[in-house]
């Protein structure tokens, strides 16, 4: 029989630097997988980013982090056995949050203003034993392996571990570098760290028993402690209906609800916030409303919304339940490649979770099969074209830079037939600041693995379609999916003496370009990836695929189906017989360019692109804190087109700030901000680019970027 101690139960509320400092987290073989989904981890950072930027400001100091609102994440239940605190419920929250801070630890690496402490919330030592703070009990040895190389920067495969939550924690990890929020990568960095671990809160109950542990969490569940928004929208909406309907009501609410669960485990949710979003939002206010709690914004604004009488909420009901099964379908297709909806599985692979309400807002509940692939495929395919070119132009496509957009242009296009949406769209894609061009000096760096990845795939996938004529809505999704498993194959070894006419300090930075790349089997990689190019260029020919093919002379005789392509759209491919220097480097560069104009053509999805375009386009980005490189330039505080040095290690680093206060790298590269401008000359994941560079003035001055613009806050400058 359990004694006092066993039977208690303690409820602590804990800081994650106080979850994570010197305790370890174990977790007991009834756990389930570790199975968070790219959606969960975008759905925490994004809540995370908006809780911290409504309070963060370029000029505070971290010591005014600890008066920011605090954030929590709900509660833990664990159990104590010897030396660990085992798991009941919290594994998934508690994982992810390890896996930021060893994120966060990598990625702020070097950066002079990096926060220390860190790494002794991840591993320690315990008893002459290296633990880190969340992992198995038993069969530990993978997932520690796994945790020590991301923690030394080394990349893992997922497809080469045995256990499946193990595989996704790498996944997960992996996604970081796409999910984190732009706005937190530069000089918000630091003062978001700090806040991350001491106002972010988890309440921890524990008790001394592993049976009263599993109770606590199973009555915590079961008996319903608290209702959530969805639960308190569904009462509020079916006591407003009449009562011989409110059976049926009921009936049809709890099934979608069920089925929209089934597709993902947190899609009642998202679709209850993405179907207000989509279809009963006004502007950004209703957005911010919807988001806090969309329940009490249907309560507060129900007459405003034509919600009055009970017919009013019984067709809510009804809309409800017939959006809720496209929503369905269209999660499925986000997932898995679906024919005629391939674009939504290319979004999806770049976790593009905002085409989920800007479809919704097209549809009506009387548009048959084929009217709602044609609505999903022309506004996939819209953001699609948004994504890549942003892509290439080094800019943000993450939900906080083009949420404001998109909602915006979801008030615009509710309910619209298939031409007037074409229209639409196609007018949003001529105003698009963003082109191809940015192709030219678009290359590998640090942060955006991935992203490459993903280009040469769907260039790779193009081509080889186009070779065997599937050229009208081709199935492209399968073929992604298996490209995404390829390595990004350098076609240049990693070997300065094999390009002795290339500067040893220019070799990397010509190494990486776009053009000096493509995608190949693993198994390839490990080969032949530091072979000369006269020996690689025979095995490309040999095992890969259509763009590595092309390499090759051979490619070019007796091959129909690759000279009808080269032909169709003019195409400048060129064969290397033997050698592959700088100059064929820019020459695929070129060849690329052009291919991405053909992969992403807004015709293929059938949106109407005017040839010019009279109308502005509304400024819709979110409300940046603080002021702009542009600002200092408007107000007077820093010459226009100024020269700007950063030094780090001796080396000095140069830029120009361009008319429309851009940052331009020697490189030709054009970065929006200072500190995804001094990432990329660094090639790191993140830096502050506030002080990195410097303004080099008439005078002969040469001031750090953040003095300045602590000078024009001071003199109460604000941004316009």
């Known amino acids: 029989m359990a004694d006092g101690a066993n039977e208690r139960i303690n409820g602590q509320a804990w800081t994650i630097r106080q979850v994570f400092s010197g305790r370890r987290y174990g977790l007991d073989n009834y756990q389930r997988e570790f199975a968070w989904e790219s959606s969960h981890l975008k759905e925490l950072l994004t809540d995370l980013s908006e809780r911290f930027l409504d309070r963060w400001q370029p000029d505070h100091d971290p010591s005014e982090v600890p008066h920011y609102q605090p954030y929590f994440l709900g509660p833990i239940v664990t159990h104590v056995r010897q030396t660990n605190s085992l798991i009941v419920d919290g594994q998934q929250r508690l994982t992810v949050l390890m896996l930021l801070l060893i994120w966060l630890e990598r990625t702020q690496a070097d950066r002079d203003d990096a926060v220390s402490g860190l790494g002794p919330l991840i591993v320690f030592d315990l008893f002459g034993h290296r633990r880190f703070a969340v992992e198995p009990e038993h069969d530990y040895d993978e997932r520690r392996r796994c945790l020590t190389a991301l923690m030394a920067g080394e990349e893992v495969d997922p497809s080469q571990l045995t256990s499946r939550s193990n595989r996704t924690l790498v996944r997960r990890y992996n996604d970081f570098e796409d999910l984190f929020p732009e706005a937190l990568r530069g000089d918000a960095l630091p003062a978001f760290i700090y806040w991350l671990l001491d106002r972010v809160y988890l309440v921890e109950i524990s008790t001394g028993s592993g049976s009263l542990a599993l109770e606590t969490f199973e009555t915590m569940n079961d008996r319903g402690l608290r209702l959530n928004s969805l639960d308190l929208l569904k009462s509020f909406v079916l006591s407003k209906i009449g009562v011989a309907d409110q059976p049926g009501a009921n009936r049809t609410w709890r099934a979608r609800i069920a089925a929209l669960t089934d597709a993902d485990s947190n899609a009642h949710v998202g679709f209850m916030r993405n179907w207000m979003r989509a279809k009963y939002s006004r502007g950004p206010i209703d957005d911010a409303g919807i988001s806090r709690s969309f329940d009490k914004w249907v309560r507060r604004e129900h007459d405003n919304l034509g919600l009055r009488y009970p017919g009013d909420f019984l067709t809510f009901v009804n809309e409800m339940d017939g959006l809720s099964r496209r929503y369905v379908e269209l999660i499925a297709a986000t997932k898995e490649p679906c024919p005629g909806l391939d674009v939504l599985y290319a979004n999806g692979r770049n976790t593009v979770t905002l085409q989920l309400p800007l479809i919704l807002a097209a549809l009506s509940l009387d548009d048959d099969r084929a009217m709602f692939e044609r609505k999903a495929r022309m506004i996939g395919g819209y953001l699609d074209i948004v994504v890549a070119r942003r892509m290439v132009n080094w800019r943000d496509y993450g939900y906080d830079a083009l949420s404001n957009g998109v909602f915006s242009l979801a008030r615009e296009i509710r309910g619209l037939d298939v031409d007037t949406l074409a229209k639409r769209l196609g007018e949003e894609i001529a105003t698009l600041p963003e082109t191809f061009d940015a192709v030219g000096t678009y290359g590998l760096r640090a942060r955006n693995r991935t992203r490459v990845r993903y280009l040469l795939a769907r260039l790779t996938a193009w081509l080889e379609l186009q070779h065997e004529e599937l050229t009208t809505t081709p199935a492209y999704g399968p073929l992604l999916r298996k490209l995404m498993s390829y390595d990004i194959e350098h076609i240049w070894a990693d070997k300065p003496e094999l390009q002795p006419e ?129 600002n200092l330039v408007e107000g007077g505080f820093m010459p226009p087109q100024a020269a700007l040095v950063g030094t780090f290690q001796e080396l000095d680093y140069h830029a120009r700030v361009t008319a429309d206060g851009q940052l331009r790298l020697d490189s030709g590269e054009v970065f929006d901000s200072p500190s995804s401008a001094a990432g990329a000359a660094l090639n790191r994941s993140s830096w502050n680019g506030w002080t990195f560079w410097r303004v080099v003035l008439p005078d002969g001055s040469t001031p750090e970027l953040n003095a300045i613009r602590a000078t024009a806050l001071k003199a109460g400058f604000t941004a316009s």
């Open 502 to 630: 290339v500067q040893a300090r220019r070799f990397n930075h010509v190494r990486n370009s776009f053009g000096g790349l493509l995608l190949l089997p693993k198994s390839f990689n490990r080969a032949y990836g530091a072979k000369p190019y006269a020996v690689k260029v025979k095995q490309y020919w040999g095992q890969g695929t259509l763009l590595a093919k092309s390499l090759h002379p051979d490619c070019y005789t007796m091959n129909p189906g690759f000279d009808r392509v080269r032909q169709r759209y003019a195409l400048p491919f060129t064969p290397y017989p033997s050698a592959f220097d700088e100059r064929a480097i820019m020459q695929r560069q070129a060849l690329y360019q052009r291919l991405c104009e053909l992969v992403w053509d807004p015709a293929q999805y059938g949106l109407a692109v005017p040839a010019t375009s009279g109308r502005r386009q509304a400024d819709r980005r979110r409300a940046h804190f603080g002021v702009t490189v542009m």
